[in-house]
């Protein structure tokens, strides 16, 4: 039996492991099974939480989608992981804490039992580091979806992110578009695709197809990229509200040269054991 805790940030839901004692050991026939929502558990990203690799953290956590395949960051899953610890007695009330993912450490403190403020890092535009297949680093891209020409961002928070702004699309537009654009040539892992509309300098609404587990009801990482984009261009003030489906994250960011806060809640959904690997 695999016990594990269900959880969700927004209605972006997780199955989380204790691999404090022992090792993560699911494969990926094994991942995708949890992931089934009819035969398994169900899951837009699996979590394990772990001794830490780096010394200056206080754990790791691991993150799988739910074809198996790894992410390297995962901002409602890093709050459903502190809430996690401190309901488990390792994380106190009020505690700032660095916990190591796989793209690096990021910092989280808990500001009640259920909400949670996290230290993103500063996003990274530089095509290399995205990556993105670009000549040189910009504002704006145009990328061929589908045989149109789109204008988009591209920003990496830990994962690739690509933002479009919808203000021109039709509003049927994105359901094509958003598992084009992940699965784009030019972003050689993939790409998370956000859709964003900006309401005004402190408000934006967001949908995200996400590389690996399609439509999600709130991506973190997503509502980051989106505020740093539009940030980096001028067009928002730098604390943002980002309306996902599922409900509200508050995003700041004061622009280059300093790190990008995430706040928003984490929910825990019931307590199980899995019976699939027998």
Same mark, same amino acid.
């Given at each position: 039996m695999l016990r594990f805790s269900?959880?969700?940030?927004?209605g972006n839901d997780f199955v989380v492991l204790d691999c404090r004692s022992a090792p993560f050991a699911l494969d990926v026939a094994r991942i995708r099974a949890l992931a089934d929502r009819r035969t398994g558990v169900g899951f837009d990203q699996l979590l394990s939480v772990e001794p830490a690799r780096d010394p200056s953290c206080a754990y790791y956590y691991g993150i799988w989608n739910t074809d198996g395949s790894p992410s390297g960051q995962c901002g409602n899953g890093v709050r459903c992981v502190a809430a996690w610890l401190h309901r488990a007695g390792a994380l106190a009330l009020g505690e700032?804490? *660095? &916990?190591?993912?796989?793209s690096g450490p990021v910092t989280v403190r808990l500001l009640a039992a259920h909400e949670v403020t996290v230290d993103m890092g500063e996003p990274a535009f530089a095509p290399a580091r995205i990556p993105f297949a670009a000549a040189a680093e910009a504002d704006r891209y145009a990328i061929e979806v589908d045989g149109a020409t789109l204008e988009i961002g591209a920003v990496s928070m830990g994962n690739p992110h690509a933002v479009v702004i919808t203000d021109t699309l039709a509003a049927d537009a994105p359901a094509q578009l958003g598992p084009a654009l992940s699965t784009h040539a030019r972003f050689a892992e993939g790409a998370n695709a956000g859709f964003a509309e *900006? &309401?005004?300098?402190?408000r934006l609404k967001l949908r995200v197809h996400e590389r690996g587990a399609g439509w999600t009801q709130a991506c973190g990482t997503g509502a980051c990229a989106a505020m740093a984009v539009l940030r980096r261009r001028g067009e928002v003030d730098e604390s943002v509200r980002v309306e996902l489906p599922g409900g509200v994250l508050r995003i700041d960011w004061r622009g280059p040269g300093h790190t990008l806060w995430m706040t928003g809640p984490a929910a825990f959904v019931f307590e199980g054991e899995w019976l699939g690997m027998l």
């Open positions: 269900k959880m969700h940030g927004l700032a804490v *660095r &916990l190591e993912s796989p *900006r &309401l005004d300098r402190g």
